[in-house]
């Protein structure tokens, strides 16, 4: 076993780009699962048995292929998309690559947590919009929505904390960031400094997210 002594320049130096990386794959895949995730929860709501836009055939279907999705862990995940990812992309490495899959992970995840916080509306401010003349695109806007919209930040949350932890294992397959620093340096030339260092700042950003997420949270909730 050979240690590397890296001074703290050359750590400053491998760490500046790496958060730079991990912060660009969880920004954009973040975003990206928020813009099609919240509909995609949103009309497994209201497809449902019972619900406003009732639609069996298309809920069972959807939910089905979030459930499929879901269930395949992220790594496999990762590596069967590849071909997906360079004809979408251009490239499998790199963290543009890496919100593809980061994404696709993601968004049932996120529109089940989104179909989870609609449940808890309460049923009579449906009724009472209902009985008011409101049409079922404005009960959604309207009602659900701002009525969800705690529990909603929650999922938004959770959602960007998880996808913290799946940059760090797309990291290991070329997508960068620190994922790819903690291995390179901490595992595969034992620098152990390096990998400490990596897990500081990765708990700081989940810290750091639910932190954000809370204050927001307060905020929205009026009840």
């Not at 994404?103 to 009985?131: C, M, N, W, Y």
């Not at 940059?167 to 070329?174: P, R």
Request: neutral net charge.
């Amino acid at each position: 076993m050979i240690l590397l002594e890296l001074s703290l320049d050359d750590i400053v130096r491998a760490l500046v780009p790496a958060i730079y990386e991990t912060l660009i794959m969880v920004g954009i895949s973040s975003v990206a699962t928020v813009v099609l995730g919240l509909p995609l929860g949103v009309v497994l709501f209201v497809t449902q048995r019972g619900g406003i836009v009732a639609n069996p055939v298309l809920s069972i279907t959807l939910s089905t292929i979030a459930n499929i999705t879901r269930s395949i862990p992220y790594a496999i995940l990762m590596l069967s998309l590849i071909p997906f990812t360079r004809w979408l992309t251009g490239s499998s490495v790199g963290p543009i690559a890496a919100c593809v899959s980061l994404t696709i992970g993601a968004v049932p995840f996120f529109a089940r947590l989104v179909e989870s916080g609609l449940r808890d509306v309460q049923p009579g401010k449906v009724d009472a919009a209902h009985a008011m003349g409101s049409t079922r695109m404005q009960t959604v806007t309207k009602v659900l929505l701002p009525e969800a919209a705690p529990s909603l930040i929650a999922a938004v949350t959770t959602t960007v904390v998880t996808l913290v932890g799946y940059s760090a294992m797309a990291g290991l397959i070329g997508g960068g960031g620190l994922g790819r620093l903690a291995y390179n340096y901490g595992y595969q030339r034992f620098e152990p400094t390096v990998q400490l260092v990596t897990i500081a700042i990765l708990v700081g950003m989940v810290q750091l997210i639910q932190v954000l997420g809370d204050v927001v949270i307060r905020y929205v909730d009026h009840r």
